[in-house]
């Protein structure tokens, strides 16, 4: 079992960063690969990044790549999202996730953050 809360959201203006954090709790933080996604209202739940255990692997949603970097301290248990060059596209409910699996969808997720709220101003 892993309980995930995030934090860093919050109010920005476009072209502006923030960097979000995932804790972890539990001792196998690091037998899991990690992934950050985000709702935006009326929306589905859209992948962001990926993660895998060790951080030698990551990727990315076409829509952010090059602008977002995923990274992880596992003797933290923490997982991190920065966001660069943030525009107002991006703003969501951002929720970080852990599995054991290998996929990229929501599915295959089995533990969810409760979400932090970014909101990028034009």
């Known amino acids: 079992q892993v309980q995930l809360v995030e934090s860093g959201g919050g109010l920005v203006g476009a072209g502006g960063s923030l960097r979000l954090s995932c804790a972890a709790s539990g001792r196998t933080f690091s037998s899991y690969a990690m992934g950050w996604f985000r709702q935006a209202p009326g929306k589905e739940r859209d992948f962001v990044a990926r993660i895998n255990w060790s951080g030698s692997s990551t990727y990315y949603a076409d829509s952010v790549k090059g602008r977002f970097t995923i990274s992880r301290n596992n003797a933290k248990n923490t997982v991190y999202l920065q966001m660069n060059s943030l525009k107002p596209e991006d703003t969501a409910v951002y929720y970080c996730?852990?599995?054991?699996?290998?996929?990229?969808?929501?599915?295959?997720?089995?533990?969810w953050g409760q979400g932090t709220q970014v909101t990028v101003a034009s």
């Open positions: 996730a852990a599995q054991t699996g290998r996929d990229y969808t929501v599915s295959s997720f089995d533990y």
